[in-house]
């Protein structure tokens, strides 16, 4: 320390001795890992394992946030639309309209008309396929009061939503609840 001077080196101002001071005690605390065998260096990034304590709380987190957001998709998906609902036999129809003007289409409205068939065509398919909603929602009651902890979302927060409040006292939330 003594060889050290801070005057010397060109915008050390006075104080540099005192970091250096500093820099070395902290150093002499945390030890020399190079000095150490390779073999007993803790590895670069190397974190503890973690208990099985937190793998099962990440878990189920993980569980909780897959059932609530299967549950709000298929709400989302399945919510009422403003005008008409169409009907599977209407874009049944519509995707025998589209098939005949693709027949005599120009080339750049061929490729809308191949776009919209492809829309009408996943459009059928998803509805075919269908929700079991009541399963979803199911899901949804078990875990929903513990999710809303855990994040903090209010009652009046999953109303807004859309949540029904029936959905919502199954699930043990009630208005008075964060």
Same mark, same amino acid.
Request: net charge positive; aromatic share 6%; glycine share 8%.
């Given at each position: 320390?003594?060889?050290?001077?801070g005057?010397?080196v060109?915008? %050390? $101002?006075q104080?540099?001795e005192a970091?250096l001071g500093?820099?070395?005690?902290?150093l002499?605390l945390?030890?020399?890992?190079?000095?150490?065998?390779?073999?007993?260096?803790p590895a670069? /990034?190397s974190r503890?394992?973690?208990?099985a304590?937190h793998?099962?709380?990440?878990?189920? $987190?993980?569980?909780?946030?897959?059932?609530v957001?299967? +549950?709000?998709e298929a =709400?989302?998906?399945n919510r009422?639309?403003r005008?008409?609902?169409r009907?599977?036999?209407?874009?049944r129809q519509? =995707?025998?309209? *589209?098939?005949?003007r693709?027949e005599?289409?120009?080339?750049?409205?061929r490729l809308h =008309?191949l776009?919209?068939?492809?829309d =009408? &065509?996943? &459009?059928?398919a998803?509805r075919?396929q269908?929700v079991d909603?009541?399963t979803?929602?199911?899901e949804f *009651?078990?875990v929903?009061?513990? +999710?809303s902890?855990?994040?903090?979302?209010? +009652?009046?927060? %999953?109303?807004? %939503? /859309? *949540?029904?409040?029936a959905v919502?006292?199954?699930? $043990?939330?009630?208005r008075?609840?964060?």
């Amino acid at each position: 320390m003594e060889a050290f001077h801070g005057a010397n080196v060109p915008g %050390w $101002g006075q104080g540099a001795e005192a970091h250096l001071g500093e820099a070395l005690r902290i150093l002499a605390l945390i030890g020399d890992t190079a000095s150490m065998p390779r073999s007993d260096r803790p590895a670069p /990034g190397s974190r503890s394992p973690m208990s099985a304590e937190h793998k099962e709380a990440l878990k189920a $987190g993980r569980s909780e946030s897959r059932a609530v957001r299967r +549950y709000l998709e298929a =709400l989302d998906r399945n919510r009422p639309r403003r005008g008409r609902r169409r009907t599977s036999e209407a874009i049944r129809q519509q =995707l025998e309209s *589209v098939e005949k003007r693709l027949e005599d289409a120009e080339p750049f409205e061929r490729l809308h =008309l191949l776009q919209e068939r492809r829309d =009408l &065509e996943a &459009e059928l398919a998803s509805r075919d396929q269908g929700v079991d909603l009541a399963t979803l929602e199911e899901e949804f *009651v078990r875990v929903a009061a513990a +999710y809303s902890a855990r994040k903090g979302i209010s +009652y009046s927060t %999953w109303r807004e %939503w /859309g *949540v029904e409040a029936a959905v919502l006292r199954r699930a $043990g939330i009630t208005r008075g609840q964060q």
